[in-house]
T-cell receptor, first 113, second 115 residues
Framework: DGGITQSPKYLFRKEGQNVTLSCEQN?????MYWYRQDPGQGLRLIYY???????QKGDIAEGYSVSREKKESFPLTVTSAQKNPTAFYLC????????????FGPGTRLLVL | EDKVVQSPLSLVVHEGDTVTLNCSYE??????LLWYKQEKKAPTFLFML????IEKKSGRLSSILDKKELFSILNITATQTGDSAIYLC???????????????FGQGTILTVHP
């Protein structure tokens, strides 16, 4: 089955800890995106990557880091510098860049202990 | 196939004018409609709308959704040169299979505000 997978479904972070959220796609899409969704708000872009080994900051990149070493994978690290990390994180991918039609993964809910 | 159409495609106004941007959509399993402002690279989120008839406001910007007629408008009052940008409308829909959802963007409205 083609699609986007995110893991884990739930993640707990302790104060001062870095955590990494996984995103994998087997759709052969070039572009991948990370969004954050807070209650009652829309999707806000954290980082995006239009091609392997390249990525750009979105609206709210502070406290986050990414890598794009493989086309299929775009992991997001939530660092200890992110002071309010509790949110729902969605990964998406699209055939080309330029923010065309994007397909989302099932999301990861991050909670701070 | 899901479709999002924005109009006009471009608009040129003078500072102080009020503008209305339109977004109509045809999607299956509608979840929400989002407005973004794009100045250089990535779009910046403005509003998310899920319910008909409830206006969202942020400063000089406001937006409303009509789920019966399948459209949304974005209003900008007392425009300033800093409002010059591409305004994107996107519709989020549920998708089957392994994907959580799908986001379809319109082609955008290029707004130019002259001093």
């Amino acid at each position: 089955d083609g699609g986007i997978t995110q893991s884990p479904k739930y993640l707990f972070r302790k104060e001062g800890q870095n955590v990494t959220l996984s995103c994998e796609q087997n759709l052969n899409h070039d572009a991948m995106y990370w969004y954050r969704q807070d209650p009652g708000q829309g999707l806000r872009l954290i980082y995006y990557s239009q091609i392997v080994n390249d990525f750009q900051k979105g609206d709210i990149a502070e406290g986050y880091s990414v890598s794009r070493e493989k086309k299929e994978s775009f992991p997001l690290t939530v660092t200890s510098a992110q002071k309010n990390p509790t949110a729902f994180y969605l990964c998406a991918s699209s055939i080309g860049g330029g923010f065309k039609t994007q397909y989302f993964g099932p999301g990861t809910r991050l909670l701070v202990l | 196939e899901d479709k999002v159409v924005q109009s006009p495609l471009s608009l040129v106004v003078h500072e102080g004018d009020t503008v209305t941007l339109n977004c109509s959509y045809e999607v299956t399993n509608f979840r929400s409609l989002l407005w973004y402002k794009q100045e250089k690279k990535a779009p910046t989120f403005l509003f998310m709308l899920t319910s008909s008839g409830i206006e969202k406001k942020s400063g000089r910007l406001s937006s409303i959704l009509d789920k019966k007629e399948l459209f949304s408008i974005l209003n900008i009052t007392a425009t300033q040169t800093g409002d010059s940008a591409i305004y994107l409308c996107a519709v989020e829909a549920s998708a089957g299979g392994t994907s959580y959802g799908k986001l379809t963007f319109g082609q955008g409205t290029i707004l130019t505000v002259h001093p």
